[in-house]
T-cell receptor
Framework: GAVVSQHPSWVICKSGTSVKIECRSL??????MFWYRQFPKQSLMLMAT?????????EQGVEKDKFLINHASLTLSTLTVTSAHPEDSSFYIC???????????FGPGTRLLVL | QQPVQSPQAVILREGEDAVINCSSS?????VHWYRQKHGEAPVFLMI?????EQKGHDKISASFNEKKQQSSLYLTASQLSYSGTYFC??????????????FGQGTILTVHP
C-alpha cells in the first residue's frame, strides 16, 4: 500500500519551454503532497507543500511564479516548471501523506534536463 | 535549519555494523529515516516520534533522544543491499513545521563483499 507515482520519469526540454510533472497517489487519498528538488550528490530540498483544494505553500527562496503547483484532487498534484532554464535541471521528487499518517511516501522522481 | 548527519561516509564489509547520527539545533517532533539508491527516490525505513519508543525491524533500528534533539540509526550485520545514501528528515515541534521534513545532507554507506 501507499504507492506514489510520478510522470514522466525523464524529461529533456529546450530552454524557455514549460514542463509539467504529475504526482499521483495510487491507493490512498493524499491530503498533503510535498515537492522536493535534489541536485546531484546533495540532499532533498523542500520546495513547497500542497494541500488539496488550497494554494500551495512555498519555501523561502522558491519562486511561486516559476514553479506552479496545483493540487486539484486528493490523488493528483502537478508541478509546472515555467520557462525552464539549464539551472532548473534537477531531480524533482514528490511525496504524499494522508490524514493521521506521519510517514511521507515518495514517488520515484522525475529527472529534468534543460538544454 | 538542516540537521547535521555524521559520518559523511562509511565503508563496511558485509557483516559489519554501522551507526549513523542525526543532530538538530531545534526541538523535534519526529525523525524520519530514509535510504536512497543512486538515481532512485528515497525509501522509507522508519519514523521515531516524540515520546515514542526505539524502533527497529530486522537488523536496522533507531533511537531518538528528544532532549538532545538527536537520533541514531543502527545497522547490524550489514548486507550488500544496505549500500546507499541514508537521510534523516526532521519535523520540528509545533508551529508551521507540522508535517514538513528538513533533510540532513546524507550519509553514504558502502558495503563490500
Amino acid at each position: 500500500g501507499a504507492v506514489v507515482s510520478q510522470h514522466p520519469s525523464w524529461v529533456i526540454c529546450k530552454s524557455g519551454t514549460s514542463v509539467k510533472i504529475e504526482c499521483r497517489s495510487l491507493d490512498f487519498q493524499a491530503t498533503t503532497m510535498f515537492w522536493y528538488r535534489q541536485f546531484p550528490k546533495q540532499s532533498l530540498m523542500l520546495m513547497a507543500t500542497s494541500n488539496e483544494g488550497s494554494k500551495a505553500t512555498y519555501e523561502q527562496g522558491v519562486e511561486k511564479d516559476k514553479f506552479l503547483i496545483n493540487h486539484a484532487s486528493l490523488t493528483l498534484s502537478t508541478l509546472t516548471v515555467t520557462s525552464a532554464h539549464p539551472e532548473d535541471s534537477s531531480f524533482y521528487i514528490c511525496s504524499a501523506t494522508y490524514r493521521g499518517q506521519e510517514t511521507q511516501y515518495f514517488g520515484p522522481g522525475t529527472r529534468l534536463l534543460v538544454l | 535549519q538542516q540537521p547535521v548527519q555524521s559520518p559523511q561516509a562509511v565503508i563496511l564489509r558485509e557483516g559489519e555494523d554501522a551507526v549513523i547520527n542525526c543532530s538538530s539545533s531545534k526541538a523535534l517532533y519526529s525523525v524520519h529515516w530514509y535510504r536512497q539508491k543512486h538515481g532512485e527516490a528515497p525509501v522509507f525505513l522508519m519514523i521515531l516520534l516524540k515520546g515514542g519508543e526505539q524502533k527497529g525491524h530486522d537488523k536496522i533500528s533507531a533511537s531518538f533522544n528528544e532532549k538532545k534533539q538527536q537520533s541514531s540509526l543502527y545497522l547490524t550485520a550489514s548486507q550488500l543491499s544496505y549500500s546507499g545514501t541514508y537521510f534523516c528528515g526532521t519535523e520540528g515541534a509545533g508551529g508551521t513545521s507540522y508535517g514538513k521534513l528538513t533533510f540532513g545532507q546524507g550519509t553514504i554507506l558502502t558495503v563490500h563483499p
